[in-house]
């Protein structure tokens, strides 16, 4: 069970890692928030940051904050970014996507120096795809992404996956991501070889990214009910 205090405490944690004049990768989803709120707190008491936000909602909360975030186009150096996880297995290896934000994720924990992944106890498993792995693909010719995407799981190793295009929240519509793609949920049960897999899915014609993020984080923070311990 996901708990508050814990992904809290694993946001505390992050903010050890924040230093003045640094340029910070603010990630997206309900733990990501806690550190984004944190981080208002220390800007309102001085400290001197700028920042870059991986979604609309994400920007929107750090604008309501006071945080000042600047145009990707103009970043030389993203040092830090600390985002959330929606499993992390061995290795550090990631799924992400829940909140369909994966895209800019990837492109921002990609161009950063040091990413933190911040997440609560029920985030750390011993191996990675009961969470549906969240694939991005272009509106153009989904259905037929989706089989293509489908034939990829099953040649990397996946048994029987299922995929489910994911509607916008209170909607029979289909999701619309900040990049204007659908998403697909992959319920694959199992991922036995994440690199595999992530290499099949790359090669599929209309796939525009995929949450599984391996070699990205750098450390992972879980946090506990007394605190937070560090992982990778
Ligand atoms: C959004 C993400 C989030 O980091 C992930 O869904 C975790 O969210 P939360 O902290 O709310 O559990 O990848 O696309």
Do not use: W
């Amino acid at each position: 069970m996901a708990s508050d205090t814990e992904k809290q405490n694993a946001a505390a944690a992050a903010m050890d890692f924040v230093e003045e004049g640094m340029t910070i990768g603010l990630g997206t989803g309900s733990t990501a928030k806690f550190f984004i709120e944190m981080l208002a707190d220390e800007i309102a008491d001085g400290l001197l940051v700028r920042c870059i936000e991986t979604s609309v909602q994400t920007r929107d909360l750090a604008r309501s904050l006071g945080i000042p975030l600047i145009p990707f186009e103009q970043v030389d150096r993203i040092h830090l970014t600390v985002d959330g996880a929606d499993e992390i297995g061995p290795g550090g290896v990631l799924i992400k996507g829940g909140g369909a934000a994966l895209l800019r994720e990837k492109i921002i924990a990609n161009a950063s120096d040091h990413m933190v992944v911040i997440a609560d106890s029920s985030k750390e498993v011993p191996h990675i795809g009961a969470f549906p792995l969240p694939v991005e693909v272009t509106p153009f010719g989904y259905t037929i992404t989706a089989k293509k995407v489908h034939d990829a799981l099953v040649a990397s190793g996946v048994e029987r996956p299922r995929i489910e295009l994911r509607k916008a929240p209170g909607s029979v519509d289909l999701l619309v991501t900040d990049g204007g793609n659908h998403i697909l949920d992959c319920h694959c049960g199992r991922i036995p070889d994440p690199a595999k897999t992530a290499a099949f899915l790359s090669g599929v014609p209309g796939v525009v990214e995929h949450g599984l993020f391996i070699g990205l984080a750098r450390t992972v923070i879980i946090g506990d009910e007394n605190g937070a311990h560090i992982i990778e």
